[in-house]
Each structure stands twice: as C-alpha cells, then as structure tokens.
C-alpha cells in the first residue's frame, strides 16, 4: 500500500467506481454493461463507509454477515476501483462488488440533490449516516426504512438465475429518492389525499428515471439495440418512433425477465397512456398507485419533448443519420435538466398536503428563479403541456389580494409577495439564515399581514440557506423555511365548522380532531421573503377534503405512506386498493 | 307431475370454534334431504364445548340417517375443512361424512381447474385463470418453507411466530382433507363451480333454486377490473421460489451455507460487527414484518376463492358466501339482476367469521331490505360463527369479528352467534344452534 499522503480533499473531488449501469440482464456485446461513475472523493472505512453512507452487508434470512469490501488506496487516501477489468461473474458472485454499486449510486444520488439544492441535506431520521443493507434478506421486495434508518435491498429466485435488487441501478436510485425525500419533506407520508399518497412513489420513479437516462452507456446501447448498432448513426426522428417508444421508454425494465415485478422498477407503461385531458379527475386514476404514474408519464413525455427539442438544431428536415453519441450526450444532457428541476421544485413546494398541481407550480417556479430565460428549450412550456395533456394544471392562480402577492411572471408559477406590507423590524438579516427562532420573530411580527392562525400551534420546522449554481455558472442564494401550523379543534367546534371525523373520534367527546397548515418560505440573498407557499390551516374547504380523505384511508386499509415495503409489494401485484364504503 | 317442494329449511350451525359448519335439512314432505355447508375448526378452539369434530361428524351422521345430499366446501382454508380429514384406521372425522354418500361435492374452480364445470367463456378458461391456480399452488409452497423455517425462528419474533404460524398453517393445503372431498361423490356429482356456473345442487334439490354468485374466474374479474394490467403469478411464483432455497442455489460461485446466495469465503470471519448490531436487529424484525405481510395477503387471496351460494326456496333466500372478500363479491355485485336477487335476503351467512371485509357494507348489507332494527316476522336472521382473539386487533379496527359489523348484525338483524352460551343447544358433546325457516 503506498503511503498515504494527508492533503485535503477539496468537495469537487471525484473518484470513478464501476457500477451496473442498468441491471445485469442488459448486456452489450455478449458482456453485462457497466459504467464508470463519478462519485465524491472520501476516504472510506470498509464496507463502503462513509460520511454519509454506510454499508452493512447483513443478511437476515440465512443470518450471515459478508465481509465488508477494504479498499486499496492511491498516495492521497482516495479509494482504487478494485472492479475496473472484473468479468461479469467475478462481479456478479462477489457481494463486495454489490457493496460497491449500491454505495456508488446512493452517493451519486445524494450528490447530484445536494448539488441542485445548493445544500447540504439531512435524511428523514435522526442521523447522519445512511445504512445501506444490499443483501438484507430473500424477498422480491426493496424499500426505504425510516425506522431502520435505511435502504434495504432484498435477492430472489428470478426465471433465468438469481436477482439482486441491489445490481438494478434504477431501484437504488429509486430507494434513495424515497430517503431524501423524506429528509426534505417529513409530511409528505402524512394521510391527506390521493395525491400526496402517490407523490413520495412516483417522485422516487421520476429520480430513478431520469437518473438511469444520465448514463450514456445506457442510452447508446437501447439506442444500438433498435437496429443501428453497426452505423454510427441514428434515424432522424427515432424519438418519435414506435419503436424507440416500445424498446426504450417503456421496455427498459422488461430486459429483467422472470424479475419483471421487482418493486421499486419504474413503471413506464404509463407512457403509453395517450393525452388523456380528463385522466386526472377519472375515478379511475384515483387509486394511489394509479395516480403516480400520471406524473410519472406526465415527466417522461416532457423529457421525450425536450430530447426531440435539443436535437432540433442538428437539423430539421434533413437528410441521413443523426450522430448517435450526439442523441445520447443531449439525452443524458436533457435528463440531467429535468432531474436538477424536480428535485429543484422540492423546495418549492408546501411542506404539507401536496397536490400534483403545486408541484407543477413548485418545479415551474423554482425553475424561473435559476433560470429565468426559458426561450431555447422551453422546458418550463412542455412541462406544463405534457401536464395538461393528462389532465394536471398548475395550482398557482391569480394573486391574492388577502396576502398581497404580485403577478407571477408566467402562468402556472407561484405569484411573489408583494413584500410592502411586510415588516422586518427587529430581525436580524444574518440570524434569518440559520435561526428557527428569529425566523418565528419575522412570522410573528407579520401574522397579520400572512394571515396566519392565531389559535393553532405554530413551529418552524427548517430553516435552510442555499447556493444554488445555475446552469450558466452564477450563484442564486435563498434561504428556505418550513413552517407548520396545527389547530386542534374538539369534537363540538369540528362538527360545528361542518368537518367530517378522521376516525373513531365522532364517538368520543373527548378527543380532538388535529387540523394540519403550512407553509414554505422562500428568502431572498437580502432577507426578503420571496414566496410565501402556503396550505392554510384554516382553508376549512380544503380540510374537510382531508379529514375524509384520511378516515377513508384508515377504513380502507391503505397502507400507511411511511410502510414502503408494504407500498412496494402491493405494486409488485398490482394490488388495487378498494375504497372504503365497503368495509366495517 | 309437479315439482316437489320442500316446506322449510332447520339450519343448523355446529359451534366448531373458529370455523364453519352449517347443515341444512330440507323437509319435503315425504323425507328429509341435508346440505352440508364446511366442516372445519382451526385453530384450536378456546371454548371447550366447541370443535369436537368427531362428535359433530357423528351428530351429522344421524341426523341425516346415514345419507347426505350435498357437501359444499368453500373453501380450502382449515376453519373450513379440517373436518374433512380422514385417517389411515378410517375413523376421522371425515370418515364419518364420506360414509354419509354425498351424491354432490361443490367446490370452488380454482381447486381443480381441469374438472370445472362449464367455462366461463366460449374458449374455456384463459391462461390468466391457469395463472392463478398456479399462483395459489406457490403459495402453499410459501406456505410449506414458512413453517419449516418457523421450527427455528430467529430471536426477537416473539409473538409474529404465532400469527405466522396460524396463517400458514390455515392456509396450507390439507391432505387428507382435499383428497377426501375431491372423491367423496361419484365423478359426475364433482363440481367444481365459479360465478354463473351450474351448481350441480337443482337436480338433487327439488323445488330448491341454487344460484353460484362467486368465486369469479380471472377472465371474469378482468371484465371489470379493466384498469388491473397483469397477473400476478409471477410474483408468487418468484417468492415460492426463493423460500424454497432457489435465491441461494441460483448464485453462482457454490452458493452459501445456511441459504446464503454467496460462498463461504466471503463470509465474515468475526461475525458481526458491534457498530452493525442496531441494523441487523432491525433488519430481523423487517423480514418478520415482510413475512406477515405476505402470508395476510395469501390469507386473502384464498378466502377470496370461496364459493358463494344463493339458495331460493319459494320466496325466501339464503345466502351462505363463505369467507369471500370484496374482491371476490365486486363480480357479482356488479350485476343489476344479482343486486335484485340480494336485495331480498332472508338468511346471511356472516362472510368469514365477521371480519372487516367480508361483508360488503354498502353494496351487500346496506341494500339487505329485510334489515330492520325492530323484531317483525320477515325480519332478516344472520349467522355468525366465530371465536374472538385469533385474528387481527381492536387497535388496528381488523378484530374479528369486527365491533362495527356486529353492532349493526345485533340492531339490524336476528343475530345467531355460536360464542353466545346461550344460544346454543347441547347434545352428547356438540354444541350447535338450530333454526327454522319455514317456506
């Protein structure tokens, strides 16, 4: 081992860790295809462990522990690949390569959030390392668990040999997109409508996505198993093809054989689904699970519309083939966009009771702010189209008089504040970046001014300052807060305000009925609030939606948000959830 | 010559615990003809006069004098034929029915697709329905790895070994039991029936019309569940597998001991680490909850293969739908002219032992027009056999039988329930409660 030089590691760092680029059934050339990927530089403890991640390979069905993988290391302490030239069966007998690809894809994974985010991010749990269990036991099911503060990946008897849902690039991405999001967004799992209920499920989908799409070695070899493998070209206009379609959109995770039902793969036949204006509010898209797939189609189809648009300048109407690594690098390059705007439009979104349509106007919205000139590919225009096709409008509406916001600068983005009636008096620029409780100062000295309850119990949740790059290199600083507010009302003043009962609490007097309100704050560089996105606590409306939504919920055996294995596995058998009107 | 008719129906609900067992005596007025409706207890049962069930198969032999007409499984869950079981020296309890000569066994399609009655559809069954019997047989293979891996459970289970235990063990293919049923009538009186399907129960019934409201086939189920994409056998199939061992053998590389899918060079020398003890103890409880999990959703799967039967005797009906869920009903219930027929129920049978699914509340019970809080003479009379303290919890609102539905059976109905003392009749060992509907 050579010795160790102790020089610092700067965050910009990177070391390159071979994964499976898809998943062991996509082979090219004979060979299961792989990539190389870059991941941040850390020295790591064996496992893969590392400041954020950690891998224990423990086994609970044959109760055995596998030995973690020890890197060898170069002069700076930087971990050496010791799986660049391995054959398909050394990687796929070897657990400590399954270790490496999991630990390289979460890393990615929290990488590319955090890079977008312009922040660090904690998880959904009260620590700091994430446990990452590749083998945890025989079962065709892998799943987030906030309780065991990690990802669990089980291995099962596929049609043609073993399956390790740890090799699926797509399913660890996918887990890892449901632990993050849990640290940006704790209520999402919170019972509030079928909207909210599908959303953790298909943003992690959206993550997987378009985070596989990132991979060149992917795209390039779909795009050579349509036919065109010995020319370098592709055919103009393959995007539109039915072909490219079938294969590449929605065939990705049928290369898995007797694996097909492997929870936590993207279910892209929702791309199939042709324009559909009336599928939102169809009954039969209400079931959870249903419902995710139209924001995943709705994604997807702006993702093929933003694809077919960056290759528009390689020449339209034009004779001969497009350059294949050229399709491929705009691909990837339009993935990486549209991933960076999701995970963008997070922050943008109310921390609690989420519908579709505010984050359509969260990733709209968020968007603007990094990058307010849209005009060359107008991601912003087809995203709002490829969600209307399916039925999905924007939230944001005209400007309130109430809380005196300003026009938006487009349709569909959340309308700014008007901040001249806002006060700043007594509250300190600096403090507002990192104190909960000078941020409180602010929303107390203009509660008036935000409409906010005065009889509910009020918490700011997060306060969070970012640096976010845009695509053009200049920085945007913002600091965002989640702020929650709970009016818990007795059974007399529920039933007096025409609210329905959760569950079980009509019948008893003495229990209270929780109301759940909220709202993200945007700030600018200078202090300023930007946006104030908000679920009033006291909209009585939108609450009794939510107050039958979750008696329904609970009556109606819907598995808790939060129970992602129990989520997952009834994805895998495609089980509708039946209403409640028929049970006891 | 005009049909005979019989004149009334003694049903009679044998106290087997949790379980069922119901024997319908038919009184023409020239003799006597007995339906057998189940014969089964599991788990044990805590009342101490219920679940003789050599007792109860000797009281069914003479009360239908050494002949019955019909026997109708549902299902093949063990609270529902258990009893049927037979053994080497011939003196089981299902020796006992077998020797009654029933000229008809009804069972659900699902438990010999090839010998069901009928099709569903003028090319016979799809591959979907071949889909899902296979599916139910992966699931016993499930079925039959849990139990053997319950003999040594990991620390820490505590009591999901119980739960895990009885649910695999209810729903683990019985023998004796489905050997004895498939060759207990003569071939042509086998019928193995699904939604629509000829019961085979008219002909030997007279004046008696016996309509089969479940199980649907998959074909059936599809036509109005157009949104469900695909089966699902795989994923079962996938699962039976891995229990089985398949995950570790398939591995490559010589597998590993003890069902790991990696040889033992990769094994940790030291064991397991101190900083891994907090996740590899909640990685255990995750395979415990991941376990139970799948064996409830098994449990459903095969109760929802029950046979439901609508029998009509002038202008009364009985409805006796055995454990099926509304998964099951939605195919039945989804036709105006069943829904007519419904409407009219004089007699329910309290699906599954009064669980929180079984009795559709809106489109079955909720369109019951006999359903009335005060004691008049058409009023609707609902049996419920059951025993508290074996399914679900009153935390989770899944207790069976369920507080909601048995406030609403006791206001709404003339409850018979076989875990009131006092409901029940006594005799030579067997506890059962009997009524009359007369036609």
Redesign the interface.
């Known amino acids: 081992m050579p010795e160790v030089l102790h020089t610092p590691i700067t965050p910009e760092e990177t070391v390159l860790l071979r994964i499976v680029a898809q998943d062991p059934s996509v082979k090219s050339g004979g060979r299961m295809l792989t990539a190389r990927v870059a991941v941040p530089a850390e020295r790591l403890e064996p496992g893969p462990w590392g400041h954020r991640v950690q891998v224990?390979d423990?086994?609970?069905?044959?109760?055995?522990?596998?030995?973690?993988l020890v890197y060898q290391v170069d002069r700076r302490g930087l971990p050496v690949d010791p799986f660049v030239a391995a054959s398909d069966?050394a990687l796929?007998?070897?657990?400590?390569f399954h270790q490496q690809n999991v630990y390289a894809i979460v890393t990615r994974t929290l990488a590319t959030f955090e890079r977008v985010l312009g922040r660090r991010l904690s998880w959904g749990f009260h620590a700091h390392q994430l446990?990452v269990?590749p083998?945890?036991?025989?079962?065709?099911?892998a799943f987030y668990?906030d309780?065991?503060?990690?990802l669990?990946f089980g291995?099962?008897?596929?049609?043609s040999?073993?399956v390790?849902s740890c090799l699926a690039h797509d399913v660890v991405a996918h887990e890892t997109a449901h632990a993050l999001l849990d640290g940006l967004r704790t209520r999402f799992t919170d019972p509030s409508s079928s909207d909210q209920a599908a959303f953790h499920e298909a943003f992690a989908d959206v993550v997987a996505l378009l985070s596989v799409f990132q991979i060149p070695e992917i795209v390039s070899e779909l795009l050579a198993g349509l036919g065109h493998r010995r020319r370098k070209g592709v055919p103009r206009g393959i995007l539109g093809d039915k072909l490219f379609v079938s294969r590449v959109l929605l065939g990705m995770g049928k290369e898995m054989g007797?694996?097909?039902?492997l929870p936590g793969r993207v279910l892209r036949?929702s791309y199939a689904l042709g324009p559909d204006r009336g599928a939102y509010r169809s009954p039969?898209f209400a079931e959870p699970h249903?419902r995710g797939e139209l924001l995943v189609a709705a994604m997807l189809r702006a993702f093929v519309r933003v694809w077919q648009a960056r290759l528009q300048p390689l020449g339209v109407g034009g004779h001969g083939d497009l350059d294949r690594e050229r399709v491929v690098e705009e691909g990837a390059s339009a993935a990486g966009h549209l991933l960076g705007i999701a995970i963008r439009g997070i922050d943008y979104t109310p921390p609690v009771h989420l519908l579709f349509g505010d984050f359509l106007s969260a990733i709209l919205t968020a968007d603007q702010e990094i990058q307010p000139d849209d005009s060359r590919f107008q991601y912003r225009r087809k995203l709002l189209a490829s969600f209307a096709e399916l039925g999905i409008a924007p939230t944001a509406r005209a400007p309130s008089r109430l809380r005196a916001e300003r026009e938006p600068r487009t349709r569909g983005l959340w309308c700014p504040v008007d901040g001249r009636d806002l006060s700043y008096h007594g509250v300190h620029q600096e403090a507002m970046r990192r104190d909960p409780d000078e941020v409180f100062r602010f929303l107390w000295e203009n509660r008036t001014a935000l409409k906010l309850k005065d009889e509910a119990y009020s918490q700011v949740m997060s306060v969070r300052p970012c640096r976010r790059i845009a695509p053009d290199g200049a920085p945007l600083q913002e600091t965002v807060v989640e702020f929650s507010q709970t009016w818990d009302l007795t059974q007399r003043e529920r039933r007096r305000l025409g609210l329905p009962a959760s569950d079980?609490e009509a019948e008893d007097d003495d229990k209270t009925t929780p109301l759940v309100g909220g709202a993200t704050l945007i700030f600018d560089d200078f202090g300023r609030l930007k946006y104030f996105i908000h679920n009033s606590v006291g909209s009585l409306r939108r609450q009794a939606d939510r107050l039958a939504y979750k008696r329904d919920a609970?009556?109606g055996?819907l598995a808790p948000a939060r129970q992602f294995?129990?989520m997952h596995?009834r994805r895998?058998?495609?089980?509708?959830l039946?209403g409640s009107?028929?049970?006891? | 010559m005009a049909t005979e008719k019989p004149t009334s129906v003694r049903i009679r609900c044998y106290d087997v615990g949790f379980g069922d067992c119901f024997l319908l005596t038919f009184a023409y007025p020239s003799r006597e003809r007995h339906v057998l409706i189940d014969f089964g207890s599991f788990p044990k049962p805590k009342r101490k006069s219920a679940g003789n069930m050599a007792a109860i198969a000797r009281h069914i032999h003479a009360t239908c004098k050494g002949k019955l007409t019909a026997v109708v499984a549902t299902h093949r869950h063990a609270d529902h034929i258990s009893g049927f079981a037979t053994t080497k020296k011939g003196d089981g309890s299902g020796d006992i029915i077998r020797a009654c000569e029933p000229d008809v066994v009804v069972q659900p399609w699902t438990e010999k697709l090839d010998a069901a009655v009928d099709s569903p559809g003028p090319h016979g069954f799809l591959a979907a329905d071949r889909a899902h019997v296979a599916a139910l047989a992966d699931m016993d293979r499930f079925r039959q790895s849990l139990l053997r891996r319950l003999a040594d459970p990991p620390r820490g289970w505590g009591s999901a070994v119980r739960e895990l235990g009885f649910l695999g063990e209810d729903g683990l293919r019985n023998a004796a039991a489905v050997k004895n049923l498939e060759s207990m009538a003569p071939p042509k009186g086998r019928r193995y029936v699904f939604c629509g399907a000829e019961s085979g129960l008219g002909a030997v019934l007279p004046g008696v019309g016996v309509r089969v409201l479940g199980p649907p086939t998959i074909s059936q189920s599809a036509a109005i569940e157009a949104q469900r994409k695909r089966d699902d056998a795989e994923f079962w199939h996938i699962l039976a597998a891995t229990a089985e061992g398949g995950a570790g053998a398939a591995a490559g590389d010589g597998g590993g001991a003890g069902g790991s899918p990696f040889g033992a060079r990769y094994r940790r020398k030291t064991g397991i680490p101190g900083f891994a003890r907090w996740t590899v103890s909640h990685a255990d409880k995750l395979l415990r909850q991941e376990l139970l999990s799948i064996v409830r959703r098994m449990d459903e799967y095969l109760n929802n293969t029950s046979v439901i039967l609508l029998f009509e005797i002038g202008r009364r009906k009985l409805l006796f739908p055995g454990d099926a869920q509304i998964e099951s009903w939605s195919y039945a219930l989804s036709k105006p002219e069943i829904q007519t027929l419904l409407a009219g129920v004089d007699v329910y049978k309290v699906g599954h032992h009064g669980s929180l699914n079984a009795t559709p509340k809106a489109r079955l019970w909720g369109r019951f027009r006999k359903r009335n809080r005060k004691e008049t003479p058409g009023r609707l009379v609902t049996f419920l056999s059951t025993e508290s303290g074996h399914h679900g919890t009153a935390k989770s609102h899944t207790e069976v039988p369920r507080a909601t539905l048995l406030k609403a059976l006791e206001s709404e109905s003339r409850l018979f329930r076989t875990d009131v003392a006092k409901q029940l009749t006594k005799k030579k060992g067997v506890a059962f409660i009997e009524h009359v509907v007369k036609v």
Not at chain 1, 58 to 68: E, I, L, N, T
Not at chain 1, 258 to 261: C, D, E, F, R, S
């Open positions: 224990l423990y086994d609970s069905s044959s109760r055995v522990y596998c030995a973690p069966r796929l007998t070897n657990p400590q446990k269990v083998h945890a036991f025989q079962d065709a099911n668990s309780r065991g503060a990690g669990f291995y099962f008897a596929g049609g040999g073993q390790f007797g694996a097909l039902h036949s039969g249903r079980g609970l009556r055996g294995d129990e596995r895998a058998i495609d089980d509708l039946l009107a028929e049970r006891w």
